[in-house]
T-cell receptor, first 111, second 114 residues
Framework: QKEVEQNSGPLSVPEGAIASLNCTYS??????FFWYRQYSGKSPELIMF????GDKEDGRFTAQLNKASQYVSLLIRDSQPSDSATYLC???????????FGKGTTLSVSS | EPEVTQTPSHQVTQMGQEVILRCVPI?????FYWYRQILGQKVEFLVS????????KSEIFDDQFSVERPDGSNFTLKIRSTKLEDSAMYFC????????????FGEGSRLTVL
């Protein structure tokens, strides 16, 4: 059974701080990794994807991937109250035909 | 901005009844998906669909479920005989060719089975 594990939180950070969200996955053959944001009562929204080991930056967001450790993380710099949401880590199956989601980490940014 | 649209937004049905959830994917997307999320739980993959056939399905997607693309724009999920445990938010998603994990989700259809 392929698993994606996340700490459910809540993770609480003050406005302007860096939020660090972590995810581990069980399928060593996975090649594609995604972070989605889900506001309460809304659908998931893609914010980052990463396919290669290392860091990938997009604005205030940085995704980090370490395939050897089967670990993916998302850093949010200068956190804003509007970043308060549940962040879902997702890993594609090897065929690329399905995403396996983690349970998500709830982030709360206080002003 | 193009978006995935889903109808109905909320459906209440009696156990054992058939339900059809409808989706209009983004027009130039060729991969279509259904996911579901039981309240308070994780998003779960049901089925993916490409070139008028199922690409992948999960263990959840048993014989009670079916998908269809009846015309050039709609993509439907049918549950033949609903159970209480089918109560969930059902999300349709679509993606471009070559970008299979970069999903655009619809707003969801909440199904309540009584």
């Amino acid at each position: 059974q392929k698993e994606v594990e996340q700490n459910s939180g809540p993770l609480s950070v003050p406005e302007g701080a860096i939020a660090s969200l972590n995810c581990t996955y069980s399928d060593r053959g996975s090649q594609s990794f995604f972070w989605y944001r889900q506001y309460s009562g809304k659908s998931p929204e893609l914010i980052m994807f990463i396919y290669s080991n290392g860091d990938k930056e997009d604005g205030r967001f940085t995704a980090q991937l370490n395939k050897a450790s089967q670990y993916v993380s998302l850093l949010i710099r200068d956190s804003q109250p509007s970043d308060s949401a549940t962040y879902l880590c997702a890993v594609a199956n090897q065929a690329g035909t399905a995403l396996i989601f983690g349970k998500g980490t709830t982030l709360s940014v206080s002003s | 901005e193009p978006e995935v649209t889903q109808t109905p937004s909320h459906q209440v049905t009696q156990m054992g009844q058939e339900v059809i959830l409808r989706c209009v994917p983004i027009s130039n997307h060729l991969y279509f998906y259904w996911y579901r999320q039981i309240l308070g739980q994780k998003v779960e993959f049901l089925v993916s669909f490409y070139n008028n056939e199922i690409s992948e399905k999960s263990e959840i997607f048993d014989d009670q479920f079916s998908v269809e693309r009846p015309d050039g724009s709609n993509f439907t999920l049918k549950i033949r005989s609903t159970k209480l445990e089918d109560s969930a938010m059902y999300f349709c998603a679509s993606s471009e060719v070559g970008r299979a994990g970069e999903l655009f989700f619809g707003e969801g259809s909440r199904l309540t089975v009584l």
